[in-house]
């Protein structure tokens, strides 16, 4: 193990790009998304640690990307969507009013990425989605650290990122691999035995695939735990997200797949685990709340004071752990077997989900229609070319034909039911 290349992720390793004194500079990608929205709410309570220069969002919420920028003063504020520019251009007025600069606005499909090189020193990329590729690649060409909440980017385009990234310079976001990351602080690689990435279970933990034959959209949204985006919710109740984790922990750590484990842990205290050789395990545990992560992903090797709760160790409770019903909810072991395949099978993977949500959110798919669908587009993709030499249009091609596809399973799904129901 000491033989194999270096991780992308390592608590030993401080990548510090020299960008001037007083506070770290930020851009904030997804600004008004949750991971975005908690960030800022720990650089407005730490204003002598950090300052925040740029923000992007995809520019559904104009009002709150313009109080953001106000609040924060920063000198650019980027939107995915062109046809929002007006709407910005009057929020932001009326939030400086009269007298006082706009900040720069970008528009269109690259602004995120054009502010992902700008100067700064952190870029936290809280995108959701493949989308959060370009500026996750853009970030570290230009020689930021990147504080990575997106970790779709990482997952379709890990040889990308894993040939342009410096050591030390991604700070993982995720409250898993934040978790990992810190309890890897207390030993080696070499010393390293496994990780163990735990999971809620999402709101339909205990329940069998049968039993989850007619959920609705609104039960899986339910989520027992964390306050998340629609599509990210809908992950953790097929447990797509703990799949897509473990393909991040491989690219994050370099640790072989058979090395990963996935347990249940439904109170969500401990966020994950590493065992030692000596069978020593450390685990890392808070309250959930995202502000902790967050705070270790702009702050490292710093760590920020009262970045969220702590336990209250004089109140008793209890920690349970399971494991994983691999029956219920294949998505692991799918995402285990397109991380082995590598290539363009993970962005596959991925992109046909992305597809399959959307077509559950809409009625068009039942909640094991997204899984059984995923698989067969997977299925139907066969084995790709190794990941050494993926290029980025590599990726987009393998999206454009996953999404394609999953839609015309999709509508097969549609018409079949129909046609069972008259």
């Not at 001037?20 to 949750?34: E, F, H």
């Not at 853009?138 to 050591?167: D, Q, T």
């Not at 163990?196 to 959920?215: C, D, I, M, Y």
């Not at 735990?225 to 370099?254: F, Q, R």
Request: include cysteine.
């Amino acid at each position: 193990m000491s033989d194999s290349p270096a991780p992308l992720a390592d608590p030993h390793l401080v990548y510090d790009p020299v960008v001037g004194d007083g506070p770290k500079a930020l851009v904030i990608l997804g600004s008004t998304g949750s991971i975005g929205t908690q960030a800022i709410d720990l650089v407005l309570r730490n204003p002598d640690r950090f300052r925040v220069t740029a923000l992007s969002a995809n520019g559904g919420r104009v009002g709150l990307l313009a109080e953001q920028a106000y609040r924060l003063r920063v000198r650019t504020v980027a939107v995915a969507r062109e046809d929002a520019v007006p709407a910005l251009r009057e929020a932001l007025a009326a939030q400086y009013g009269t007298g006082e600069p706009l900040p720069e606005i970008l528009a269109g499909p690259d602004a995120a990425t054009q502010v992902a090189a700008s100067d700064c020193h952190t870029v936290l990329n809280g995108i959701t989605g493949s989308i959060g590729l370009a500026p996750t690649l853009a970030a570290l060409e230009a020689g930021r650290v990147l504080a990575l909440a997106n970790k779709e980017s990482l997952i379709v385009g890990g040889p990308l990122v894993k040939a342009l990234a410096k050591p030390g310079q991604i700070i993982p976001v995720d409250s898993e691999h934040a978790a990992l990351f810190q309890a890897l602080a207390a030993g080696t690689r070499a010393d390293v035995r496994k990780l163990v990435v735990t999971a809620s279970g999402g709101p339909f933990r205990g329940r069998t695939k049968a039993e989850l034959a007619n959920v609705t959209v609104a039960d899986a949204l339910a989520h027992p735990t964390w306050a998340m985006g629609p599509v990210i919710t809908i992950n953790s109740a097929t447990l797509v997200n703990k799949g897509l984790e473990v393909i991040e922990a491989h690219l994050l750590y370099d640790i072989p797949f058979d090395r990963i484990e996935v347990v249940v842990h439904p109170q969500s205290y401990v966020h994950s685990m590493v065992e030692f050789t000596d069978g020593s395990t450390i685990a890392q545990a808070t309250p959930p709340d995202m502000r902790g992560p967050i705070a270790i992903g702009l702050g490292w090797p710093e760590r920020v004071p009262d970045a969220a709760p702590a336990f209250d160790w004089s109140k008793a409770s209890t920690w349970e752990f399971f494991p994983l019903d691999t029956e219920a909810f294949p998505s692991v072991g799918l995402a285990r077997h397109v991380g082995q395949l590598a290539g363009t099978a993970p962005a596959v993977f991925n992109a046909a989900n992305e597809e399959c949500v959307e077509a559950f959110r809409a009625g068009a798919l039942p909640f094991n229609g997204i899984m059984e669908t995923v698989t067969r587009v997977v299925e139907e993709h066969g084995t790709p070319a190794t990941g050494t030499s993926l290029t980025v249009p590599d990726v987009l091609e393998a999206e454009t034909w996953a999404r394609a596809r999953a839609r015309e399973l999709t509508a097969q799904t549609t018409t079949a039911n129909a046609e069972a129901r008259a």
